[in-house]
């Protein structure tokens, strides 16, 4: 009996994690203030606290240096005397960035329904 095995994968497009980073970012950004990256990994930390998501700092700042390169966010370093000579480095979203955002953020909200109901869907089957 040859042996087969029967690969049933869910497209890389319906729960692309670096585009939920992406879009995270960005809605933080859309809130209208600026923010350094901390504030985005704690906040996200936050919210995944006793979940296994994976996020790390090198995540945040390699999606904060894409969007920047993109042209979708815009970032300064800010002088701050009281952290002992280190500055902090500020991000805004940009009108392109809010263009980007609202374009896609439907799409990826309803491509993350469509993920949920299809895993709904697989933990009815094996509940049976």
């Known amino acids: 009996m040859e042996n087969r095995r029967n690969h049933l994968l869910a497209p890389r497009s319906v729960f692309n994690t670096t585009e939920l980073y992406r879009m995270y970012v960005l809605k933080e950004l859309s809130l209208g203030k600026s923010i350094y990256g901390k504030q985005i990994f704690d906040a996200f930390s936050e919210h995944f606290e006793g979940y296994p998501f994976p996020v790390s700092y090198s995540t945040i700042y390699t999606t904060l240096h894409k969007l920047e390169a993109e042209g979708f966010i815009k970032s300064w370093w800010k002088d701050d005397s009281s952290s002992k000579n280190r500055s902090t480095r500020l991000y805004r979203i940009t009108d392109e960035g809010i263009r980007y955002f609202k374009l896609k953020d439907r799409d990826t909200l309803d491509s993350l329904k469509k993920t949920k109901a299809l ?9 049976l």
């Open 119 to 127: 895993i709904d869907k697989f933990i009815e089957l094996l509940s």
